[in-house]
């Protein structure tokens, strides 16, 4: 079964990743259609770091403060479901780190002109 994936990218509060310190300043949102619009991250939501690849969650300390990236140190009593998009997307983005973005073509395949 095709399953239809909406990527959308949305400004957060300037952060560094807690595990190499990459700096982010947005974050990419990979939901399915049937999961309604989605939207910008909020408190709760997890995350993946583009760079290193750790699992994070998005963390506000107390009302008023910005959110901030934490640490998502295991899955332990997550839905089986957000673990399973988890390890999809991080699978995702080490495919697209070592091949590139899909084409047009499909992921992998060069076009080759005659
Ligand atoms: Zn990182």
Redesign the pocket.
Known sequence: MKRHIKLRTYPTPRDF?P????EMDAASSFHRAEDGPGGPPQPGHLSV?I??M?FLRWHVDAPGRPMMLVPLPSFEGLPLDAVNRLLELRAALKLAKAYGPPTRQGAGKKEVKH
């Open positions: 990743c595990h190499c310190g990459h770091c760079e290193c750790a």
